[in-house]
């Protein structure tokens, strides 16, 4: 079993910064992919960014590459999504997730291809 805890979210205008950041417990956490994913009101949770289990590859959607980061520390067994530029489109709940097996190494980067989650963090943008 893995546990997330995503913490950092809050109220920020637009173009500021916030840091995102998901603890995990239980599995060996450097083994895994860790992925972000957000979803906003009356929509469907979309992928936001991934690293792999060494954090030598790093993934980002369109919408938020950029602007957005994401690193690992796999001795505080944390993954962390520095958010700059922010807009009001992305505000949203953003969830932490893995992938049921380690050392994964595919690119599905979607809700039903995650086993572990998080019960997020809210992020609003005011303009």
């Known amino acids: 079993q893995v546990q997330l805890v995503e913490s950092g979210g809050g109220l920020v205008q637009a173009g500021g910064s916030l840091r995102l950041s998901c603890e995990a417990s239980?599995?060996?956490?450097?083994?895994?992919?860790m992925v972000w994913f957000r979803q906003a009101p009356g929509k469907e949770r979309e992928f936001v960014s991934a690293i792999r289990w060494s954090g030598g590859m790093t993934y980002y959607a369109d919408s938020v590459k950029a602007r957005f980061a994401i690193s690992r520390d796999n001795a505080k067994n944390t993954v962390y999504l520095q958010m700059n530029s922010l807009k009001p489109e992305d505000t949203a709940v953003y969830y932490c997730?893995?992938?049921?097996?380690?050392?994964?190494?595919?690119?599905?980067?979607?809700?039903?291809?995650?086993?572990?989650w998080g019960k997020g963090t809210l992020v609003t943008v005011s303009s």
């Open positions: 239980g599995r060996t956490f450097s083994a895994f992919t």
């Open positions: 997730a893995a992938p049921l097996l380690a050392y994964y190494s595919g690119t599905y980067f979607r809700p039903d291809g995650m086993h572990y």
